[in-house]
């Protein structure tokens, strides 16, 4: 079993389920210390989980939303552990699948709070700290649906995510700190235990959503969707020390697909 992430606090964000709970997983079994941050209460089972097992772990929830949240996680890290040496940043996803005529005003503003200002906050939050200690490593997962069908607002939130993580690379490579991201495709997952978008599903938004599935499966060249531990291996490659000259990359996880 590799140690690659022994004396190494990381933090993992929307670590309840999906991703980053796999993530976490992953990680905590090569030695992490983990500070394990969602919205929902979900978060402290999996740390109960990972203690059991013999890790490290703190678990927070927090609304990274907006700047307080984060700005409260890097802190509460910071005291109980005294460095942050690796941010993956996990909180996103699409709330609705439909033609863009369809967004209300509304909607085009939650999917940005929703999948772009999460990254944005954390990366901010956690630059202060990682400069102290003069290293660190972020890893911000984007996602190839940059170029996809029923999801234009959640698009624009990722490639503000790959704006983000390459001028930030460009701004902090010679101070230590290198920043990436994944742009995972379809992953099959469990189904979420809160769902993102909570209104009735009619026959109309049903046919939007197989659209988004069909066109993900279509683009992949091994149409197919990926599984969890494809998504998160690549993340926890881009944190380790074995990805140490690479910098501003962001790495498409989804099948030949490139977003």
């Not at 990680?27 to 929902?40: F, K, P, Q």
Request: aromatic fraction near 8%; glycine fraction near 10%; include cysteine.
């Amino acid at each position: 079993m590799s140690a690659r992430f022994i004396n190494k606090v990381m933090i993992v964000t929307g670590a309840a389920q999906g991703i980053g709970k796999r993530v976490a997983e992953l990680a905590a079994s090569e030695g992490a210390t983990l500070v394990l941050v969602d919205i929902a209460d979900y978060v402290h089972g999996v740390a109960s989980q990972l203690q059991e097992q013999g890790s490290e772990v703190l678990a927070l929830q927090a609304d990274l939303e907006t700047w307080q949240g984060a700005q409260s996680v890097m802190e509460k890290a910071y005291a109980q552990y005294g460095r942050i040496d690796i941010l993956i940043n996990n909180v996103g996803g699409t709330i609705w699948a439909q033609p863009f005529e369809y967004y209300q005003p509304e909607q085009i503003e939650k999917e940005v709070q929703r999948s772009l200002f999460p990254t944005l906050w954390c990366c901010r939050a956690v630059i202060p700290y990682m400069l102290e200690q003069k290293g660190g490593a972020i890893v911000n997962i984007s996602s190839v649906a940059t170029r996809g069908l029923m999801r234009v607002p959640y698009g624009a939130s990722k490639g503000g995510v790959n704006a983000l993580t390459v001028n930030m690379a460009f701004e902090y490579a010679e101070r230590g700190i290198r920043i990436n991201a994944t742009a995972p495709g379809g992953t099959e997952a469990p189904a979420r235990l809160t769902p993102r978008n909570r209104e009735p599903q009619q026959e109309r938004e049903k046919g939007w959503y197989q659209t988004l599935i069909d066109q993900t499966n279509d683009t992949s060249f091994m149409h197919r969707y990926g599984t969890l531990d494809e998504q998160a291996e690549p993340i926890l490659f881009l944190a380790s020390d074995a990805a140490g000259y690479i910098t501003g990359t962001v790495l498409p996880v989804a099948g030949g697909d490139l977003g």
